[in-house]
């Protein structure tokens, strides 16, 4: 796998051989897989057990409300709470989504490290690296009209099927990408190696086609995650932090003027 892109394209390449070890997909010695998780995941910043049993909660529970541990919609009672938090979560909803996947080491690094330590250690060398997977990520499991549902009403076989996205983007990127965009069947059986989803997806799409959710990766499908799938409502699924809290929401008021919308 990681033969597929020059030297200088490693990281990814260190996060997709770690993830597949998460997965049970990289060998049949768990002990191995452990150990070369382990490696792959160190110079990525991210401890590879935590992330693992975070990251195996995510499948087992997809868009579950309040149990998935991927991108979920905030509940309005949990917007409500407090001025400053509304505040807050605008910004993390808005202008700094696609780096959130990463922004709850922050403390921790410059705790340990100082500001200089996270300058060095994060923000220099791993910022576009932790941008480019937050943003795969965010487009992998946000769209308006899929929803997330509480315990007593969600169906395993039905979130996994259509409650993730498969976005075709641009040839080049998913070759830099090594294929992560095809998720719909990684969430059908997540043992699916990196290097079998592309047939899996096929297959997916000749006998489940009508039940999957498919996407074109342009700038108008980004504008709508970034400034309307934001608070969790039964009715329409999500509503954005403008339409509740307009006070709050200067963030995405600007994100809605600034970004192309166009197709």
Known sequence: ????????????????????????????????????????????IYPYEPWRFKHDRHHAKTNMLSEDTAWCP??????????????????????????????????????????????????????????????????????????????????????????????NYPRWIEILCHDINVHIPHHISPRIPSYNLRAAHKSLQENWGKHLNEATWNWRLMKTIMTVCHVYSEEQNYVSFDEIAPDESQPITFLKKVMPDFA
């Open 1 to 44: 796998m990681i033969a597929k892109s020059p030297w200088y394209l490693l990281p990814l390449a260190w996060a997709w051989t770690g993830h597949d070890c998460a997965h049970k997909s990289f060998s049949r010695n768990k002990l191995v897989e452990d150990i070369v998780g382990t490696l792959a995941f160190l110079p990525l």
């Open 74 to 167: 905030i509940r309005r009672e949990k917007f409500d709470s407090a001025p400053a938090f509304r505040k807050a979560i605008a910004f993390g909803y808005g202008p700094f989504r696609t780096w959130m996947s990463i922004a709850h080491w922050w403390p921790l690094i410059i705790w340990k490290t100082g500001l200089a330590g996270w300058i060095k250690f994060w923000l220099m060398p791993w910022l576009g690296y932790h941008f480019w997977m937050s943003t795969f990520t965010m487009v992998h499991h946000t769209a308006p009209h899929i929803p997330f549902k509480a315990s007593d009403k969600w169906d395993a076989a039905q979130a996994q099927l259509n409650g993730t996205v498969h976005c």
